[in-house]
């Protein structure tokens, strides 16, 4: 962190750098989560034991496919796999032996060193949704997302306390070309907030726009000797990597910055409609994935992924909070940290079309159930609506809001001498009340976790503010939270060089909307 705060001391600005650190004001941010309780584990050793065999089978006998890539199939080759076509064979062990080399845990450092996070191990970081086409809220409606949008959301998640993490394409604003927008969105990232933020991954030279302005933000050699950024690499399920994601991960991993692995599966159309079956499968696409991405480059840092949902069999929709996903993300976790690699699952994940009571019961399941399964980075962590169609405003903060609740659970049971509370239980004694004991007094501050959006007011008192239920509360938190945001402190000149080559790249092609 020192080497951090240095190199930015150092890099220029002068006193207008100093006197707008001075006038910022300082947004309340929690320390990424580490847990003091156990995980929740489903499968025992037998069981994890044959998923893990199966899914060797699969890599060696059925293969996956790496289309489009002929430099992937030659790595393959020279790794020692079979290679016909674009199918690639895995021999038994081999996949296992070159994931080995990928980090048990890594720091992702933020510009704002204070704001750094660990991501693996017993830790936990929250990221907000990513890459919704449309956005709901009170006033607008359901409606296709902008940059201004994008930008709200930017700066709601900067100011949220519980979350850790500004994440990638919290919507995807269509206003702006698809071959440009990338440039615009890491611009709000890096300039909105200063909390760690993701990659592009859509198209390669993207990965590498998104290296390249990170070299500005933070130093050349900082990015090649750290990680800055961690990204999204979704394998096509059934068992297809494609060109695309692959060829922005071997950019990533090439410039040491970590790359979440993860399939994308609809129980049921993309995998088996059973547990295990499924569980075999992503294990077998995460094997292949990340060994791909460790022959790449040896050591790059690099999460394990299970975005997994249910399918609704009479409408083909995908469902969540169900029981059967919370099956399978518990053994995926147990899984990655047979591994030992990081884990990513879980979210505010919901089918509603309103942040609603269905929306919120599947995703209070869907959140305690990433909790329990140990998941290290989840992302999608609030403002995911009707099936990560919608990022929605007033359930990002409502979300946001409930985020504090893992936490407090993360904290476990505290067994201390204050804890144990004989002073105060000596005290009151039989037929008293503990509300001014000393105990209480020394301890009510910090005792029980407090929702700064949730109304817990005598009827009479609610009725006579105008009876607001949880969404009026919520677009009331999202008016305040845009109002009193401040811009966090950048030095002018990397911030002037971050839009000179925005606007460099942007002119040197023309507006492509495909």
Not at 358 to 382: D, R, W
Not at 486 to 514: E, G, H, N, T
């Amino acid at each position: 962190m020192t080497e951090a705060t240095t190199r930015r001391r150092s890099r220029g600005g002068g006193g207008a750098a100093r006197r707008a650190e001075r006038t910022a004001v300082t947004i309340e941010t929690a320390k990424y989560i580490e847990r003091n309780i156990p995980n929740f584990e489903v499968l025992t050793e037998e069981a994890l034991d044959i998923i893990e065999a199966n899914a060797e089978t699969i890599l060696e006998e059925v293969g996956v496919n790496f289309v489009d890539n002929p430099a992937a199939l030659d790595r393959w080759r020279e790794a020692g796999a079979n290679v016909t076509g674009e199918r690639v064979r895995i021999p038994r062990g081999l996949a296992k032996k070159l994931c080995s080399t990928a980090p048990k845990q890594f720091t992702q450092h933020a510009r704002n060193p204070e704001k750094s996070v660990v991501i693996g191990g017993k830790n936990m970081v929250l990221a907000p949704v990513y890459g919704p086409p449309f956005v709901r809220d009170v006033e607008g409606g359901r409606r296709y997302a902008t940059m201004d949008d994008f930008q709200k959301f930017v700066k709601l998640g900067y100011m949220s306390k519980w979350l850790h993490h500004s994440g990638g394409t919290v919507c995807e604003p269509t206003d702006v070309p698809v071959n440009k927008r990338h440039l615009d969105m890491l611009l709000a990232h890096m300039t909105l907030s200063d909390k760690p933020f993701m990659g592009s991954v859509t198209e390669p030279s993207r990965a590498q726009d998104s290296v390249d302005m990170c070299e500005i933000l933070f130093g050349k050699e900082f990015v090649q000797e750290n990680t800055v950024m961690t990204s999204l690499i979704n394998i096509n399920s059934p068992m297809t990597f494609d060109d695309v994601m692959m060829g922005a991960m071997e950019i990533y991993a090439k410039n040491n910055q970590a790359c979440i692995v993860s399939p994308f599966i609809v129980g049921g159309a993309m995998a088996p409609v059973s547990v295990a079956g499924t569980l075999t499968q992503v294990m077998a696409e995460c094997l292949a994935g990340i060994a791909y991405n460790q022959l790449c480059r040896p050591g790059a840092p690099v999460i394990m992924g299970a975005m997994v949902t249910s399918i609704d069999m009479n409408s083909g929709a995908p469902t969540f909070g169900t029981p059967e996903a919370s099956h399978i993300t518990y053994g995926a976790g147990q899984l990655a940290r047979r591994l030992g690699l990081p884990f990513r699952s879980a979210g505010s994940f919901c089918g509603s079309k309103l942040p609603d009571a269905q929306a919120a019961y599947e995703t209070a399941n869907s959140l305690n159930m990433g909790l329990l399964s140990g998941v290290n980075f989840m992302l999608h962590s609030c403002g995911w609506l009707e099936g990560g169609l919608v990022a929605d405003f007033e359930k990002f903060v409502m979300d946001a809001d409930q985020l504090g609740t893992l936490h407090g659970l993360a904290k476990g049971v505290q067994m201390d001498e204050d804890a144990q509370a004989m002073d105060a239980i000596r005290e009151v004694g039989p037929g008293g009340h503990y509300l001014g004991c000393e105990h209480t007094q020394k301890n009510f501050k910090s005792a029980f976790w407090k929702s700064d959006l949730l109304d817990y007011k005598p009827f009479e008192t609610w009725e006579e503010e105008g009876a607001r239920d949880t969404r009026t509360l919520a677009t009331q938190r999202v008016e305040k939270l845009l109002t009193n945001y401040q811009q966090p402190a950048l030095d002018p000149a990397i911030a002037q060089a971050l839009a000179d080559y925005v606007a460099a790249k942007k002119a040197s092609m023309p507006d492509a909307f495909m």
